[in-house]
């Protein structure tokens, strides 16, 4: 597998440009997203620093190192988010790159940005060709331009296989999505909780699943956290979701795991080291752990809605009223 | 007014090292102090790039660009907790500056750090005493001293007039705070909302004031992604805190308050533009306003537990069993 060629124009332009700093910049779920591709620059970067902010936060905060030595990551899947289009327009100003993730190359976020990533949404999409897949291969891809990092081929030779991940996945984690829903189904409050990789589906998780589209009370606790304050909200009765990742942060995970067991009663547990990862080149499997995740918990949400009655369509001001 | 004693031994070790990365690093109520430097750092520094970690997540996603180019900030109150303890010395061993602000000079976070900048708790601190004054000189500090940036000179005006605006602002809010006890006491979810330099009071408000001590189920929402997800949860029966500072960022937490006011109705809101700011300089008054709101919010707490009659020293995990 190679590079997609929409990956590869940025890439080019990275290599001709000094690079000092990535900004990760949209919002809501597409935000999520790009939790894990920090955690892979903090990690993996020897010179590039990186931050994540939300659309809005980014063009009021005004990061005084924006500027022709920065590369933005934006991404909204319609391309009509109007504080990620602001925040594209708002880089270029500052002489930035600006790579731009999208569904639609004709929307005022492609027009507004330098580089434009498509990527298909819908139905039947190829792992290799998902929002995560093409941002991985842009990160490695800086990784290996300007610092030679070698992980990119890692991630190349991982992608064909995650179609088959993800279904042995989803079939493994059917029932307890079921049973999940099951008894679930009445909670007023659920929390998530996770570190490190992982922790950008919990928050997609709390912020997108639970209360927008169940309209449930939810946070999502950082695994690390917990301990310093949201521990004492523990009982019996309080609902747990916590992702177990292969990261480097997994033992913040697992103390989390061993207090909800001892305390707690409502957990669900997810654990990335019960996946089939047939296929996954072994320096990528806790970067690549996330993306499981993200597939598998969409099935949870889903028969929670069935559970709920709650369809997960439903809105009562998302693109319905002016905000 | 002069800088600290203990700041200014930092700042000569900064001044003769090259100083690339600031890492903000402690846990909980401690971590939650270093949002608004992160703003500032962020806003202000040419050069300087900055991160804020929990500090198990700190150690365990080990980033790459800590080294002996890096200042590392740290807190504990007590200067016992273990991950931050840890912390310090991991970052000593990558030969980064350590410099950790404790209650306690004998604790082993002191022991552990190469620098140690001590403050006053408990009854009658003088606000230019405090972990957040100590935090500020060091951070405008070393903006000062490795960018020639002028705003030190402002924190150091102002700084000895903050008992004063904290005393007014708190005379000021006292009806407000009764009020907010006796709506909210029976309420079982309260969410928290801010953006820019106030976000960290909304998080430390969540997480140890109401989950904490209260055993309210809480969630610091940022103002900018409420209307990606969040919102959705928004009912008149929703309890809704919302902070707005006087930042840059402050038509975040405006968009959220008129949406609010539409669509909410428990609403408290507690806005910086009602401070009485005798003393404190134009051009660092976005700065100091999560200072004030840090005292303002403590009144709230502390009317909502007796109004609960669930005091706020109540633990049924904290420091009494092990985790």
């Not at 990760?24 to 903090?42: E, H, N, R, T």
């Not at 590369?71 to 270029?92: D, Q």
């Not at 695994?223 to 004492?232: D, I, M, N, R, V």
């Not at 979701?241 to 997994?250: Q, S, V």
Request: aromatic letters at 12%; proline letters at 4%; charged letters at 25%.
């Amino acid at each position: 597998m190679v590079v997609n060629e929409h990956v590869q124009r940025v890439l080019d332009a990275v290599k001709e440009r000094e690079i000092e700093r990535v900004f990760f910049v949209a919002c809501g779920g597409s935000s999520s997203l790009m939790y894990s591709s920090k955690y892979i620059l903090d990690r993996e970067a020897q010179t590039i620093t990186s931050d994540l902010y939300s659309s809005n936060e980014f063009i009021h905060r005004n990061p005084r190192t924006l500027n022709e030595k920065s590369l933005v990551i934006l991404c909204s899947l319609r391309g009509n988010t109007p504080e990620t289009v602001e925040a594209a327009k708002f880089a270029r100003s500052k002489g930035a790159i600006t790579a731009s993730m999208t569904n639609l190359t004709d929307s005022p976020l492609a027009q507004s940005s330098e580089y434009v990533i498509p990527y298909p949404w819908g139905g039947e999409v190829k792992a290799e060709e998902s929002n995560y897949a093409v941002l991985y291969q842009l990160v490695f891809g800086v990784l290996a331009v300007k610092e030679g990092n070698k992980k990119l081929d890692s991630i190349l030779r991982t992608l064909p296989h995650l179609d088959s991940v993800y279904a042995k996945a989803k079939q493994q984690f059917a029932p307890t999505a079921q049973k999940f829903a099951v008894d679930f189904k009445d909670e007023s409050v659920i929390y998530t909780m996770a570190s490190g990789a992982n922790y950008g589906i919990a928050y997609m998780f709390a912020i997108c699943f639970l209360m927008e589209m169940q309209w449930k009370n939810s946070h999502a606790i950082h695994a690390g956290e917990f301990f310093h304050g949201p521990f004492e909200i523990l009982d019996k009765e309080s609902p747990f979701i916590l992702f177990l990742g292969l990261d480097e942060t997994r033992p913040l995970e697992e103390r989390a795991l061993k207090f909800l067991r001892q305390y707690g009663e409502k957990l669900l547990i997810i654990d990335a080291k019960d996946y089939d990862f047939t296929g996954v080149e072994e320096d990528v499997k806790g970067y690549v752990a996330p993306l499981v995740l993200n597939q598998v918990i969409r099935q949870f949400a889903a028969e929670l809605a069935k559970e709920t009655k709650h369809p997960l369509e439903t809105r009562r001001y998302m693109w319905k009223v002016a905000y």
